[in-house]
């Protein structure tokens, strides 16, 4: 049978699991705009008396009141992957449209000041000197104006070289954060695994290193999967970055450091086995399969950037195959054969790094199709300096002032680029704001699982003070039965 003495510890033991549940009610109250938090419950169990009883004894079967079995954190581990994988998506979306973004603003079109209009206002200077080719103010307004091209297309090329070491030079801090990131995780994996084979509860310390694994797959596209002694290992691509308290770094790609060597890459130019720019395995050398913000960024200094300036150079190249072609077959004023307009040098074939305005003299641009003639066809000569006449007629630079409109001309080429620009950056603007809303909407499941609910934790406060206050006038009602017997049975008639 139970003892009486046994009520007592029932009574206790419930005193213990009320407080126990108000201690955890308190936590998820105070933490309730804690970024990572996690809302807990107590799990409460009854205690059961002995089964079997032993030699003299005997048990009526009734419980021994309530024990705590365990603290939960109440997160869906589904739900925790699903979000990194979302997060991850959405910060390689997002960084790709901010990538698309800046190279809009390189070329800022369509503007008043932009590249287009600069062409436009060239070949309308090309046009005045056709007009009036003997004019030393058109000829020097023509001059100014193809060198507002050319620095044009020289700062958007400068432009997108800049962004691109920009991005490395970003990538290798994020390197750095990843391994910091990673060395965290390790570290909390051993203080965990140690903490619950000794039986401790460590849902802040859970809470901690899933907000670390969030962080890096919002860097890299890290995903996780844990283990049954409370560690998680945690992978980039099919690669292991942590497994327990091992660390695996990365760093930025050594042989690719410059948008040039990035492209020469691309061409095939380089040495074999040379990496791409982006992230390796620093005890390997392997390329990182990375997601996330740095496998967009990586994308970008690899494909993006590279093709922005290959598109580039070809619309710089047109200009000036096109313009120098036109004036080598032409003459100047004084009737000697004309030469290159645009000059730099185009042996690696960077027209837009290196295209710049040969001439400096009006009077030496070539804008005249022809030479006068003397009967017998030779070239007639000046009699003071002995160079040919030149009629001076300006139809080669009329003829270039036409270039715009004929296919195959830069300004169509650059048209072309702008579209394809165009149409990529709404895409991934677009793209971007869809994921943004596919994740809130899992953060908002994440939310309703694991976040704290205000009204609830205030319900279960009720909940705990009641069962609490009921323990102690249980015990209360014990002592003063006890005090009945032990202090007043047996004194009647005395």
């Keep these: 049978m139970a003892s009486s003495f046994g009520s007592i510890n029932t009574a206790l033991t419930s005193l213990y699991a009320q407080r126990r549940g108000l201690d955890v009610t308190g936590q998820n109250i105070a933490n309730a705009n804690t970024e990572g938090y996690t809302r807990q419950r107590v799990d409460m169990q009854a205690s059961v008396g002995s089964i079997v009883p032993v030699r003299w004894a005997t048990t009526d079967g009734l419980g021994t009141g309530v024990q705590v079995t365990d603290v939960q954190r109440l997160r869906d581990q589904y739900l925790e992957n699903r979000g990194r994988t979302e997060h991850a998506n959405g910060t390689y979306l997002t960084n790709q449209a ?20 600069q062409l436009h206002d060239q070949w309308a200077a090309w046009g005045d000197v056709g007009d009036e080719p003997n004019s030393t103010a ?20 400068g432009a997108l070289d800049a962004q691109w070491s920009a991005n490395f030079s970003q990538m290798s801090k994020y390197a750095e954060e990843v391994n910091t990131t990673s060395g965290t995780i390790a570290q909390l994996n051993d203080s965990i695994v140690k903490a ?18 969030m962080h890096l797959s919002e860097l890299t ?52 086995g040379t990496k791409p720019a982006g992230l390796t395995w620093t005890d390997t050398g392997d390329v990182v399969q990375a997601g996330g913000t ?29 313009v120098n072609t036109a004036t080598s077959g032409a003459y100047k004023a004084d009737g000697s054969a004309g030469g290159p307009f645009y000059s730099g040098d185009f042996t690696t074939g960077r027209y837009a790094r290196n295209m710049k305005v040969a001439i400096t003299d009006p009077a030496a641009i070539a804008v005249s199709g ?30 270039l002032s036409a270039t715009a409109t004929k296919a195959g001309s830069p300004d169509l080429s650059y048209q072309d680029m702008i579209a394809d620009l165009g149409v990529n950056a709404q895409t991934s603007t677009r793209r971007s704001d869809i994921q943004a809303n596919v994740t809130d909407q899992v953060d908002a499941a994440r939310e309703a699982e694991s976040g704290v609910n205000l009204d609830e934790e205030m319900t279960n406060l009720l909940t705990y003070q009641r069962g609490y206050e009921a323990a102690s006038r249980v015990l209360t009602t014990i002592d003063s039965m006890l005090d009945q017997l032990i202090n007043r049975t047996g004194l009647v008639g005395r």
């Design 370 to 399: 022809k030479n006068e003639s003397n009967p017998d066809g030779t070239p007639k000569l000046d009699p003071v300096s002995g160079l040919p006449v030149g009629t001076n007629d300006g139809s080669v630079a009329t003829s």
């Design 196 to 213: 619950k084979a000794t039986g401790v509860v460590v849902n802040e310390l859970e809470d901690r290193r899933d907000m670390a694994v």
């Design 98 to 117: 901010a990538a698309y973004g800046s190279i809009e603003d390189v070329f800022a079109e369509p503007g008043d000041t932009a590249l287009q209009a």
């Design 221 to 272: 596209g890290a995903t996780a999967q844990a283990r049954e002694n409370g560690s998680v290992d945690v992978f980039v691509g099919n690669a292991l970055i942590v497994t327990n308290t091992t660390v695996r770094k990365m760093t930025t790609t050594a042989g690719v450091s410059t948008m040039d060597a990035q492209r020469d890459l691309n061409d095939g130019l380089m040495p074999a």
């Design 294 to 322: 740095m496998g967009s960024m990586a994308d970008t200094m690899t494909s993006i950037l590279p093709n922005m300036a290959k598109q580039l150079d070809k619309v710089a190249e047109k200009l000036v195959t096109t």
């Design 138 to 157: 058109a000829r020097s307004a023509l001059l100014q104006q193809s060198r507002v091209v050319s620095d044009g297309i020289n700062s958007a090329y």
